[in-house]
């Protein structure tokens, strides 16, 4: 059974709350890029993004990783892996740039996302936009922006749905 904690239009007041934090911690938007990491962090970038244009009507560089080969544990989970797209289509160096996820949990997808992000250039700062924390970090990652924290037990679940990818927009806590 799952529980919900957050609903259609929990996200959206989050995610805009989250659009004007990211804006106040880095008002220089020309150096600002949102990059969201596969698969939810993708939409939830360009929904920020979008919010961040509504807000100061500034556009905002946007981009794309897919960090499964960068992962510490990609050939235990397979050997053949789904690979999907990665596209920064601006100059990293000197950049902000905000990786955007739906889940942090031990922080190992982060930690790939970096590594990923910096073979690409020298951004000047990295920061940390996810939509739901829900502890058990297992390396030393915070989130700079956080929508929701969740308490839960290590062997829960959180399940993130985006209408992009699933058709609803949805937050489920695994009830154990
Ligand atoms: O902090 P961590 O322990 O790394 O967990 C967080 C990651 O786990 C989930 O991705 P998952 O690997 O399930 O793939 P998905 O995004 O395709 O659902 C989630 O989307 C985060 O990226
Ligand atoms: O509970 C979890 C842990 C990692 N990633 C998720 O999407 N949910």
Redesign the pocket.
């Known amino acids: 059974m799952e529980k919900k904690i957050l609903e259609a239009p929990d996200m959206s007041r989050i995610l805009t709350r989250m659009a004007y934090e990211i804006l106040e911690r880095y008002p220089d938007t020309d150096r600002l890029a949102l990059v969201g990491?596969?698969?939810?962090?993708v939409f939830l970038a360009e929904r920020l993004a979008r919010y961040i244009y509504e807000i100061a009507d500034l556009p905002v560089k946007q981009g794309t990783l897919d960090?499964t080969l960068y992962?510490d544990d990609w050939t235990r989970?397979s050997h053949h892996p789904v690979l999907?797209s990665t596209n920064i289509p601006f100059d990293v160096d000197g950049m902000d740039v905000v990786l955007v996820?739906?889940?942090?949990?031990?922080?190992?997808?982060?930690?790939?996302?970096m590594d990923a992000l910096i073979d690409f250039g020298r951004p000047r700062h990295v920061g940390l936009a996810?939509l739901v924390d829900?502890g058990?970090?297992?390396?030393p990652?915070h989130a700079d922006f956080v929508g929701r924290r969740v308490e839960t037990e290590k062997d829960q679940t959180v399940n993130?749905r985006v209408a992009e990818e699933d058709g609803e927009d949805l937050v489920l806590v695994e009830v154990l």
């Open positions: 990491i596969h698969t939810r962090g960090i992962r989970i999907r996820d739906d889940v942090l949990y031990t922080g190992r997808t982060t930690r790939a996302g996810v829900r058990h970090r297992e390396l990652i993130v």
